[in-house]
């Protein structure tokens, strides 16, 4: 012990450098932790949540009873999980591949550039970039095609439209990490590959392809860790926040958001939040004990 | 990167030579999805230099009939507004990141300290947030009426400037980059603590603070949710909240048919118009359009070493 004491006496200049960190962490992040425990509180804004009293489990039992909405979100973030998941995957695998196998390499470049570009845009713009395509009567979509679907008010299409953008926002962007992996494959294999007689799918087949496995393998189970979470801003802005289109558009973090500004029914979102941490620890726990096996090198810790 | 060309290389058609039908086909397929990216950002360029009249009659298009001025001119009708937006923005953006890659730098250059033994529950410390949060709602409660912070910049700030997975690139790029001897050899130098970060590690570290520095900064321009929940005063509002607003009062207007003309000209003196709201659009996405193809370098780079825990 006082070892551990004169060891840090003598790294004291570390100490200093690393309490900016250690107190933003603590104030933002570590602090609302605590604030968790609402769930488990008659929260009343008047008396803080410290000093609102306690109501066992009550919010949970209201959040298990009302399977319209607690039911809907959690299905709805699930959804789009694996929804997300399985496409983003499989385009970024296909996106990389066409990409490394073009042989116009300056042209490749370019497309490579403009195809990230739609990341950097925040959905509270893209959003009137989405209108501007299904707008009922000044939407290019209708316009084109002659139609006057009302696309605001039809929740079955939207997890088409939300998908597509989410494809147009990230698969450029998420296919430069598996480019990487493929810039490391040794040329040598596909030379000796050609000269054995293989033909370009095959060769996609037996070299490209298994190379890419470890990475997808990694990045899937890291991405378990954050099913209950999502993009907000996909679901919240480019939706228009339309009540009508809940019933497939509103996920966990949308819901939470608009309780905060509608200021009401604290307790029930209070259930909601602190189950979608918890659930996100543990997933979060398996990920990582998955990635552990597997990958031991990219596991988090 | 493992490219080497050996013997079979002058055997087999390298590469470079193949540009049979197949590739032309790829190239069609790769140019319909650039075209995909590219097209919805190129609306909002038509769409912004569009006449108004004619946005209302044949919708939006991207050839539309008759080109105008009057969009990008109304823009500078929110005049005040948007150039303090943009100032707000500005000034959360740089003074965000800078600060975050500074403090950030600090902890992931102490932590990878050897014989340091509080660096073991730091690293701890760091990771946990990353595994469990007290989400939204505890967060918003925690920081309107406990710290008393609504309507300050400081909650635009304080929530993005430092992220578990930032730290983990630069720690990373200190172990992995940065030769320890160097940083010995400058304290036998009679270099102190703070000299050797600021003189030794802090210019070397430089590639790794652009590759974090530049998606920190795009976090910073693109926040709208923090704004949102926070901000309410109109000297405060940055670029993002601006445009939610705009949408905002479009959205009142449809749904309130009969608003009458009073109120109208109270919300600002004209109903916010296509063509100037895509002009907005415009003002607010282009500064990063502009920058990133000069970051891209880094921020491919940067990408790739956050994969990869060292």
Excluded at chain 2, 154 to 161: A, R, S, V, Y
Aim: some cysteine; proline content about 3%.
């Amino acid at each position: 012990m006082k070892n551990f004491f004169a060891n840090t006496w003598k790294h004291r200049a570390h100490v200093v450098m690393a309490l900016p960190v250690f107190l933003i962490l603590f104030f933002i992040m570590y602090v609302p932790m605590a604030g968790l425990v609402m769930a488990f509180k008659n929260f009343d804004y008047s008396k803080g949540i410290w000093g609102s009293p306690w109501c066992g489990i009550d919010n949970f039992k209201f959040l298990l009873a009302s399977k319209n909405t607690f039911v809907s979100m959690t299905k709805n973030t699930l959804m789009y999980y694996v929804i997300f998941t399985v496409v983003g995957t499989f385009l970024n695998v296909v996106l990389a591949i066409s990409i490394d196998q073009f042989v116009f390499k300056k042209a490749a470049k370019v497309m490579q550039t403009i195809m990230i570009i739609p990341v950097f845009i925040s959905y509270a713009a893209v959003q009137f970039i989405v209108y501007a395509f299904i707008s009922t009567d000044t939407g290019i979509l209708n316009n084109t095609l002659g139609m006057s679907t009302r696309f605001y008010s039809t929740a079955s299409i939207w997890p088409w439209i939300l998908t597509i953008v989410k494809i147009w926002n990230s698969v450029g962007y998420g296919s430069v990490l598996y480019m990487s992996v493929l810039a490391g494959i040794d040329t040598e294999l596909y030379e000796a590959a050609q000269i054995d007689g293989a033909n370009k799918w095959q060769q996609i087949w037996h070299i490209t392809l298994p190379s890419l496995i470890p990475m997808v393998t990694v990045m899937l189970l890291l991405s378990v860790g954050g099913i209950m979470r999502s993009d907000t801003g996909l679901f919240y802005q480019v939706t228009r926040n339309s009540g009508v289109l809940y019933s497939t558009t509103q996920v966990i973090d949308s819901y939470v958001l608009n309780a905060i500004f509608k200021n009401s029914n604290f307790g029930f979102t209070a259930a909601t939040s602190f189950f979608q941490s918890i659930v996100g620890l543990l997933l979060m726990l398996f990920a990582n004990g998955m990635v552990r096996k597997v990958a031991p090198d990219n596991a988090l810790f | 990167m493992g490219k080497r060309k050996g013997n079979l290389a002058d055997l087999a058609p390298s590469k470079k030579e193949k540009k049979g039908l197949g590739q032309y086909i790829l190239g069609f397929f790769l140019l319909l999805y650039t075209m995909f990216c590219a097209l919805p950002v190129l609306l909002v360029f038509i769409a912004a230099f569009s006449d108004e009249t004619t946005i209302l009659q044949q919708g939006f298009s991207f050839f539309p009939k008759k080109l105008s001025l009057d969009g990008v001119n109304s823009v500078l009708r929110y005049g005040k507004q948007l150039l303090t937006s943009y100032g707000v923005t500005i000034f959360i953006t740089v003074f965000g990141t800078a600060f975050g890659l500074l403090v950030m730098s600090m902890f992931a250059y102490s932590i990878s300290r050897r014989d340091f033994r509080l660096a073991k529950f730091l690293s701890i410390y760091l990771l946990i947030p990353m595994l469990f949060s007290g989400g939204q709602l505890s967060g918003y409660v925690i920081f309107t009426s406990y710290y008393h912070l609504k309507d300050s910049l400081l909650l635009l700030i304080l929530p993005l400037c430092v992220s578990t997975m930032n730290v983990i690139i630069l720690r990373t790029y200190i172990a992995n980059s940065i030769p320890n001897e160097l940083m010995e050899a400058a304290k036998i130098d009679g270099a102190g603590e703070y000299r050797t970060f600021f003189q030794i590690t802090l210019p070397l570290l430089k590639p790794s603070l652009a590759a974090v520095g530049f998606m920190m900064a795009t976090a910073f321009w693109n926040d709208w949710q923090n704004a949102l929940l926070y901000i309410t005063t109109d000297s405060k509002k940055p670029l993002q909240l601006l445009l939610v607003n705009i949408q905002k009062s479009i959205e009142f207007l449809l749904n309130n048919a009969n608003v009458p003309a009073s109120a109208r000209a109270a919300m600002g003196g004209n109903i916010p118009q296509y063509s100037s709201t895509m002009a907005t659009v415009l003002v607010v996405i282009g500064p990063i359009m502009v920058a990133y193809p000069f970051f891209q370098k880094y921020f491919i780079k940067g990408l790739t070493v956050g994969s990869v825990k060292g």
